[in-house]
């Protein structure tokens, strides 16, 4: 089926975002071809709630429809539950892990649909580059969680009172999901700017890039890291 | 409206079929991983930390020998066990203590950010890689081995081993990161997730049940990235689920005396979706429970459920409060196998387990494990007032052993 979803978007800046994703050192180790048997529908979780397919992404990729692909990258690779139960493929494709490289890359360019995804979650990607653990006690707060019920607001109610009654000494944390030394930490910051994870995170928020930068470079430069 | 009665569906751990699934560690349809990073070390490519002795020699997905630590262990730490259940581990550090096992709990470790990569892929190939790598440095520099206490750092972690040794370029570049922070190549002999240590000291936690599980029925969600991803490197036994589903968490059940039943969704994952659990929560709820709850109270009409990742117990236990108000057949009790063991053994519910983290009501189980809930909870309200009035500063591993 083509698709003609995305006219205004010229083709030669779709085929760039597919080059991109075709030469990704994984791409060749994630598709071999397409029975088109459907076992990974069956087992994917997105199937089953959203207009969405595993296979079609591995059909897609394979066939190189460029118009497809890049319909896919804006409207099916934020559904993708990575889970990896797509793994289940009798011909060894791994649709999921095509979808990691297809975010990565949609990332990577600043794709408008990409940051309408990922709106409400730039505070976890500070909170896992700053400090190195993804989710902390304290961000157990009601309005956050109201689906979970009233006992987030009692944990909330009690956080300090709670981590302190936890027998494992690095657990007494409310910031942090444990305690983590200084230098692992700036550790960290010199991995996410020698790999160049800091420059993705501009194309997708640049208000969170010039923050997470300032903060990682003032913590370096205070303890004498060097990061060349 | 009057009680239905739930047609119960009594399969036993005995899946449908009753074929056997034969082990063949010299026909396996995928190349053991361990020989290549055993090779590349000959190469001088890395160090190699090898398993501390003693150990136990479990049996992988095609039969291969995997060496299971017993203890000198490093815990590489979970973020969202430590951060919303820290009883999950709470209970792997007091089984350990409680079996006399030395191990070491790191302020030096990062989380794996696998979370994060999964979710929003703000991340590359060379930085997970990195990350990882850093942390088995870590680890090897204290003397202590890696074990994962996280279902997705373990999935994700045999990845990066598995992206390392066929991708020299990649290792090229990460060794470059790694020698500038100035730290070691290290590059573990096993990647051992905890639920095998638990698999290893089955036999051990059974001879030291205090209650009689035989009354409850638990079903068992067996965690994605546990055995999904690199799906030759999982704990398999021909014991149970004739060898066609992975042995980890079932067993130990078992072993503690507990019914383990089966249910039809059983491969479906739990519906956490990384991102979806932080801001599309609505899919979560509905997979969780319309495919996991729900199916496993009309077949099974488990006392609790039982898992070993992170994110399967936060979606399989928040997901229910907002489906209970729409009336629908949910609240069971979720946990992970390290809490139910540690309970099963004696260990204080409130103190050690930190059910008070968890949502949906585990009071029923509790009593019918046989375990005074309203006593236990008084006498951890007179913990957290002794800590209040300052009279204790936390609650020390001494008074909970």
């Given at each position: 089926m083509l698709s003609n979803q995305y006219p205004e978007v010229p083709l030669e800046d779709k085929q760039r975002l597919f080059d991109q994703v075709k030469h990704d050192q994984r791409f060749d180790d994630y598709l071999y071809g397409c029975y088109e048997c459907g076992i990974c529908v069956a087992a994917c979780p997105s199937a089953r709630f959203y207009d969405f397919s595993p296979r079609k992404i591995a059909q897609t990729l394979a066939r190189e429809d460029i118009e497809m692909f890049y319909e896919q990258m804006n409207d099916d690779i934020w559904n993708c539950s990575q889970c990896f139960s797509c793994l289940r493929c009798p011909r060894q494709n791994n649709p999921g892990g095509l979808i990691t490289i297809m975010r990565e890359v949609a990332v990577n360019n600043g794709l408008r649909s990409t940051k309408e995804a990922l709106a409400g979650y730039t505070r976890i990607i500070y909170k896992i580059m700053t400090t190195g653990t993804q989710v902390s006690p304290d961000m157990l707060q009601e309005d956050a969680f109201p689906d979970w019920g009233p006992q987030v607001k009692e944990v909330a109610q009690h956080l300090d009172l709670w981590r302190r009654a936890l027998p494992p000494e690095t657990l007494h944390t409310t910031g942090l999901s444990w305690q983590v030394e200084e230098r692992t930490m700036l550790e960290l910051y010199t991995i996410w700017k020698l790999t160049g994870v800091l420059n993705m995170i501009s194309e997708l928020d640049e208000g969170l890039h010039d923050i997470m930068e300032e903060v990682m470079d003032d913590a370096l430069e205070d303890q004498g890291f060097s990061v060349v | 409206m009057n009680p239905m009665e739930i047609p119960m569906?009594?399969?036993?751990?005995?899946?449908?079929?009753?074929r056997t699934f034969i082990q063949d560690p010299d026909n396996a349809p995928d190349e053991d991983m361990r020989e290549a990073v055993q090779a590349l070390a000959r190469e001088g490519e890395w160090i190699v930390q090898p398993v501390p002795e003693p150990y136990y020699a479990a049996r992988t997905k095609y039969g291969r020998v995997k060496k299971i630590p017993f203890e000198k262990t490093w815990h590489h730490k979970s973020c969202g066990q430590c951060g919303h259940i820290p009883g999950y581990s709470t209970s792997i550090f007091w089984l350990n203590r409680f079996l006399g096992y030395d191990y070491f709990d790191p302020r030096d470790q990062t989380s794996c950010t696998a979370w994060n990569y999964y979710a929003s892929a703000t991340s590359n190939q060379v930085a997970q890689a990195a990350v990882a790598m850093r942390n088995f440095s870590a680890a090897y520099e204290t003397g202590y081995f890696p074990i994962i206490h996280c279902g997705t750092s373990f999935g994700h972690y045999k990845e990066v081993r598995h992206e390392l040794v066929h991708n020299h370029d990649l290792r090229r570049k990460v060794r470059e990161v790694i020698t500038k922070l100035g730290r070691p190549f290290v590059m573990p002999e096993e990647l051992v997730h905890y639920s095998e240590w638990m698999y290893a000291i089955r036999d051990q936690l059974k001879s030291r049940v205090v209650y009689d599980l035989s009354d409850i029925t638990a079903t068992v969600h067996p965690a994605c990235h546990y055995y999904k991803l690199q799906s030759g490197d999982a704990i398999y036994d021909p014991e149970i689920y004739g060898g066609q589903r992975t042995a980890a968490v079932t067993s130990v059940v078992q072993e503690l005396g507990a019914r383990v039943a089966d249910y039809s969704t059983w491969y479906d994952c739990c519906g956490f979706g990384f991102r979806h659990i932080l801001v599309q929560r609505d899919f979560t709820r509905s997979f969780a429970t319309m495919r996991k709850i729900e199916v496993m109270k009309e077949e099974a009409n488990p006392d609790v459920v039982l898992t070993h990742d992170t994110g399967c117990v936060t979606a399989l236990d928040k997901s229910q409060f907002a489906t209970q108000a729409h009336g629908r057949k949910v609240g069971v009790p979720v946990l992970s196998e390290s809490q139910f063991a540690a309970l099963a053994v004696g260990a204080h519910p409130y103190r050690v387990a930190q059910l008070h983290w968890h949502s949906t009501d585990y009071r029923p189980l509790l009593s019918k494990i046989g375990i005074d809930a309203e006593k236990a909870w008084t006498e951890f309200q007179e913990d957290l007032a002794q800590i209040e009035q300052g009279s204790m500063e936390y609650l020390s591993w001494e008074s909970v052993l």
């Open positions: - | 569906v009594g399969r036993g751990t005995q899946p449908e079929t009753t």
